[in-house]
Structure formats: C-alpha cells, structure tokens
C-alpha cells in the first residue's frame, strides 16, 4: 500500500455556519458568489450569505447549470477578471463548486478554459475557492475534482488538481429542508456510487479503507429507508456522508473503477440523464458482466453491507440489492429517457467514449468498448 | 451536530515514502532533525533520512525520552535559538513528535515554554513541523496534540494548538519490523483506547463515526491476533489504523471521554508505567465503575466489534471481552509497577489529579476524585 493523502478542506459542520464564513474570507478580498439557478434566493440561503459577507466587496454571478458547461462559466470567468476577483464562493451543490473550480483556475490561465478539461492545459494556479454546500451528493466540497460541459459537442470531462481544493466548506443540513425530493434521492445515489467505485473492486487487505466503505453505504442504506421521514440527525447523516464518500479518504491505497461514471457522464451529455440515475442505470449491468472480477468483494459487500448469508450466488444476490436499493427510492436501473432506439442509443455512447479515450476502464482497464456495448445492453430497456 | 474539521497533514504512506522529504521541505530551510534513544541509528531510518536530506543545511538533536520532558527539550530549544532553524524534522514516535510540537512552539516564545503547558501562554506560532514516523501509536504525527512531562514536579500535561499540525507525516510501515514487540504491542493498545474515548460515550445518532470507530477497533482485535506473525499487510494497517485513530476525523461532532487517559497520565508520570500500559490498567475499572451511563454504547460495541450475541449482560461481557484482548497481547490490566501499598498509591494518584484539576472527567464531567478513587481501587492490584 502506498499512496500520498492531504486534505486541506476545512468543513465547517452544523446549523448556523453559513455566518462563520466571514471568519474564513480575508477581509480585503473582492469575492465572487458563483450559484446556480436561484434557489438559494428562495430558501434563504442567499440572505444568509448576503449577511456573512457585510463588509466585503462582492458581487454575484448566478446561473449556473446542472452539469455546468463551459459556454456559461466562461461568463464568469470574464466577470472574474473584469472584477478583479480574488475569492470565488460558490454556494451550491456538485454543479456550483465544480463550475467553481473551473472558473478559479481559469482565471489564472491565458488560454482556452476548455483546454483544462481537454489536458492541454495542466492547472497551475487557481484563485481560492470556499464552498456552502446546498446538495449533499457530489463530494465537490472538499476534493479536487471538477467535471464539466460543453453543450456545442456535447461532452461531459473531468478534469483534478491539488490547486482547486475548497479552502473551507460549510455543511449546514438545514439546506436539505428545500430540497425537492428527487434531488435528495439524487445526492444519496450519487454517493452510495462513488462509495462502490472506490470498493467494489477485489480484495486488497486494506481493512480499513473497506470497513470505512461499508459504514458509508450501510448509513446511505439505512437513510434510504427514511427517506421520505427526514429530521435534523437524517439530514446532518446524508450531509456527512456524501462528504466521506468522495473526499480522497476511503480510496486512498486501494484500486478503484470508475467505469459506471465514465459510461454515465456519457448518458448525461447524450440525453441529459440527471447524473446519479445514470449511475443507476449503468452500474448494476456492470456489475453483472464484470462479475468475475468482483466476485470476491460483492460477496463481502453482501455479506458486511447487506447482511446476507452465505451462498455460492451472492454475488448475484449483492447485485439485487443494491438494485432493489435503487428501485426502492424510485430511482430507473433501465436507460428510458433516450430518444430513439435501443440500438442507436448504445451506439452513440460508444462512439461518445471511444471519442473520449475511455476504451480501458475498470480495475483491471478490461472494459473496453466490446464490454462496454455489453453493458449497454444489459442497461438499455427493452 | 456541529463541529469545525480540517487535518492539513500531507501523509506520504508507503514502503520508501521517507526520501520523499525533500520534495516537502523547502531547500533553503535550516532543519534540526530531532530524535529519541538512537534506535534509528541502527535500524537505516536515520541514514535514509540523512541521505534525503543531501544538499540541505542540517543538525541533529537527539536524546528526547519517552514520555519527553521539558527538561531535555529545553535544550532543544536553545539550538533551534542559537542555530536559526527553520523547520523541525521529527524522526521517531509519539514522544519526538510531541517534543518536536513542543520545541516548535516554544522556540517562537519569549517566556517559560512550560507556560505552554500550564495554559499560561496560548501557543500564537511555531515553527513548521515535519514528522517521519517510527512507531505507530499515539496519532500525533498528524494532529495538533502533544503531552510533555515535567521530571522535576512529576507532571504530565497536555497541550493543543492548531499551529503544530506536522506539515507532512511519513507512514513507512518498514520501519515497524526492528521495533521490539513490546512496543508494538504499545502501540496497539494505545490506538484501541483512542477509538474507545471518542467512542464509548453514549448513542448520538452518529453512524458514520460509529462505523468508522468500529472497523478501526476490528482491525486492530484482527491484527491482535497475528501480532507474532506480521507481514507488510499487517504492518500497514496497524500504521494506518493508528493514524486514523487520533487525526480528529472519527471523533469529530461526537462526545469523547479522555478520563482514561488523564488517570493513566498519572500512572507514567508517577509510576513510569508504559503510556499504552497505563490506559489498559486504568480503563476495564472504569468502564465497571462507568457501566451505567456507558452500557448502550458497550452494548453497541459488542454486539458490532466482537460480535457478541444480545443478553441483559452485554454490556459486562464487553468489557470482560475488552480486558481479555489486552491480556491476550500480555498486557497487565492492573497496577503492578507502583511502589509502596495499594492505599498510598491510590492517594498519591488522587492527590496529582486533584492538583491537576482532573476533577470533572468523563463525558459527563462527573467522574470526581472520589469516582477517581473507585476506579483506582478496582485497577491497583491487591
């Protein structure tokens, strides 16, 4: 085992921290408050931050999209530079830190932004970021990842850095209140995902990062099934753990896959697919043909997570569950919303990954195109 | 919940990762190399560290003891002074680290550097901290904690402060295999009671920390249990699990009880007791005496982490389950190593506590001298 690990992020935990993000911000520096599309003005979100931010000289720039694309971000990274800018707070869910990130080291950067997510461009400087987090799901607040999109070709690309860290996070789960229930079902899918990514590959002897694992989907389980009976422990549980879930913690010195969101980004960008179900869609199909490379880990998933008995089908069994998991939050585990037919949506995303080099996937870069396509197929309703 | 987290700590984890200082110490930094009894010397640590440390301006300072005292670290502090050092490097365990931390703040201070100690002076900067850990136990090569003892008064005290998180901390778990097993043991025991005091409190609705304090507790019961026979694996995830154990994640937004560790305090300075022996003398007694306001959460632990099947006595059989762990790595779980009879070693004890003001430990504040008392008289030996 061997792997380096910092997180430099600090959370700011419970109800009532939106106000200490003036003890975070230095004083002198003009701040950009990047959102999305105006819920927060709703929720009394954006007073709050109004509020925290007396004394400062700021200014707003809202919009911003889920699955925020580059043709809107590269508005405020204009305002950014026209402004002077020396802080970006975004104040949002995944979408609003992500495009955050993208603005931040875009500034800093002579070139076309796009070339950040294309690999031209390595990111060498970036604004600070602080980030109030509205939807418990992505993990955004707190790592160094960023995905973005471009609606004119319709991708969907990741791009990390060390430079784009969050300085400061403000978990409040007071903000899960307003949330429609289909995003909140989103943000407990999104993280069971990012969970299994970083576990659902082969046994590694790494105790620790797998019991740490369990714990995070046993408690996204466990919240699934009150979902619809939420309180203050509920919210602050589901706030925590998406958190965990994708902050570098859980994977660090263990192999991951990352395969079931490289095949989902594509469903987004194709047919606009919320991002969580189309990990909904993809992964238990993937899980299916990959079953022999997983086996040993979906048994022990089923046995630590789901407490199921031994069997020689449970691994099969594993899949079920988080399957029926899925379904019993109404979520799709079947492609239903392309435009088409069955044959010429699967078409398109391949030809989507092959475009974007994601022609070796998995744990044991096996997925290929071939494997991908019989995913697809597995996924794809009939 | 609410709580503020952030570990800055960059770990470099892996066989190796100790020539990666010089990408994490700034070249024109003069370092002082702080160490303990020279055991690095013949184990390779101190070559490797001298040859990563080629082109830098260095000197050493070695000698600091277990459970390190102001005495020799003051002198320390006169050669930080008088050399202009500009970044301590820590090579050792716990003791070193939490000298280091000592010798950095106090290095930035005009007075007495054990008002630092005595709370007489808040810790308002220090110099940068590198750690290279050598045994994993105490997790202080990744948190802001450090105890110091006094030889002349026989004091031993705590201090915390942002500003002494080690800049990086490198977890190379080789280091394990030329440490005598009793320290290793040491190490074992004294992260498992660190789980236990940010764990054995009372349900708070807090899965995530729950889960994460119990598979740190299952691992090292599992690794317990193959302590004569360690491979790479389990030297790994012992220097893992320690970590993890006292970096503020699992402990974060949850009560803790520190009372074991402040009774167990008084043993070492008193009595010269091992730190880890001291907590495993002190803590069956006091979960028996604490068993009322502590039985939902042993009943918890036993059931999760010894998979103890439901009867009206869980909560005794956890602790018995406790105590037999300690004994099964030969660790004493009564006073033995006192001078004198029972009764004046108690009184001695009480009387340090009382001194200290370690008169309202507990999660509840309420264990009192004469809780104390109680406690003591089930852990010294008749």
């Known amino acids: 085992m061997k792997f380096s690990f910092s997180n430099p992020t600090k959370i700011q935990f419970g109800q009532g921290q939106i106000a200490s993000i003036n003890t975070l911000i230095p004083k002198e520096q003009r701040v950009l408050v990047l959102y999305g599309g105006g819920s927060i003005k709703k929720n009394g979100v954006y007073d709050q931050v109004e509020s925290a931010l007396d004394g400062y000289t700021w200014e707003a720039f809202g919009g911003v999209e889920p699955n925020p694309t580059v043709e809107t971000l590269d508005k405020a990274v204009e305002q950014v530079k026209a402004s002077n800018i020396d802080f970006i707070l975004a104040v949002g869910g995944g979408s609003v830190i992500d495009g955050a990130k993208y603005v931040a080291a875009s500034a800093k950067y002579e070139g076309e932004g796009w070339d950040i997510l294309t690999g031209a461009h390595t990111v060498d400087d970036a604004l600070p970021i602080g980030a109030i987090l509205t939807l418990p799901a992505t993990g ?55 969970v299994c990514e970083q576990y659902l590959t082969y046994p590694q002897n790494a105790p620790v990062q797998d019991g740490y694992a369990e714990t995070l989907l046993k408690t996204l389980i466990a919240l699934g099934k009150e979902v619809d009976n939420p309180d203050d422990a509920w919210r602050a549980n589901l706030m925590w753990s998406a958190n965990q879930a994708l902050n570098g913690l859980i994977g660090s010195g263990v192999v991951h896959d990352w395969a079931t969101h490289m095949i989902g980004h594509e469903l987004t960008a194709l047919y606009g697919v919320d991002h969580a179900r189309s990990l909904a869609i993809v992964q238990p199909s993937l899980l299916r043909v990959q079953i022999d490379t997983k086996k040993d880990k979906l048994a022990q998933m089923g046995k630590n997570v789901f407490g199921l008995a031994p069997s020689d089908d449970i691994a099969e069994k594993t899949i079920d569950a988080i399957e029926s998991f899925y379904q019993s939050l109404s979520v799709a585990t079947t492609l239903t919303e392309h435009e088409g037919d069955q044959q010429s949506a699967i078409d398109a995303i391949i030809a989507q990954l092959e475009k974007h080099k994601m022609v070796a996937l998995g744990e044991h870069q096996a997925i290929t195109p071939e494997v991908s396509k019989e995913i697809l197929s597995l996924a794809v309703a009939k």
Do not use: W
């Open 140 to 194: 955004s607040e707190s790592n160094g990842g960023s995905v973005i999109s471009k609606k004119a070709t319709k991708q969907k690309l990741p791009f990390m850095s060390p430079l784009v860290y969050p300085k400061f996070a403000v978990l409040d789960p007071d903000v899960i209140k307003s949330l429609p229930q289909r995003q909140v079902v989103n943000g407990l899918v999104d993280a069971f995902v990012h």
